[in-house]
Nanobody, 115 residues
Framework: QVQLVESGGGLVQAGRSLRLSCAAS????????MGWYRQAPGKQRELVATITSGGSTVYADSVKGRFTISRDNAENTVYLQMNSVKPEDTAVYYCTAHKGWTTYWGQGTQVTVSS
């Protein structure tokens, strides 16, 4: 059974930094693409960033240059470093693990950016 547990969310002022963590357990991680998605109130869930097992990354245009996704395969953990956050980054952030055609989701962590 795959479990993804996010942490690190909270209230942060605009312009500051925050780091999200996602601990993965079960038969998944080092060989799987991991990612972060977010959903703001009244909006659809959207991709934030993904990272492959080899370390290749993809970012949404809205976060390029500000957010960095990384992974520690030894610790089965994926991170999202969020710098220069903006009020529009306010959302519930979800960790994902991709295995074949299946996507696993964490329970989400709230990030609120105050102006």
């Amino acid at each position: 059974q795959v479990q993804l547990v996010e942490s690190g969310g909270g209230l942060v002022q605009a312009g500051r930094s925050l780091r999200l963590s996602c601990a993965a357990s079960g038969s998944i991680f080092s060989r799987n693409t991991m990612g972060w998605y977010r959903q703001a109130p009244g909006k659809q869930r959207e991709l934030v960033a993904t990272i492959t097992s080899g370390g290749s990354t993809v970012y949404a245009d809205s976060v390029k240059g500000r957010f960095t996704i990384s992974r520690d395969n030894a610790e089965n953990t994926v991170y999202l470093q969020m710098n220069s956050v903006k009020p529009e980054d306010t959302a519930v952030y979800y960790c994902t693990a991709h295995k074949g055609w299946t996507t696993y989701w964490g329970q989400g962590t709230q990030v609120t950016v105050s102006s």
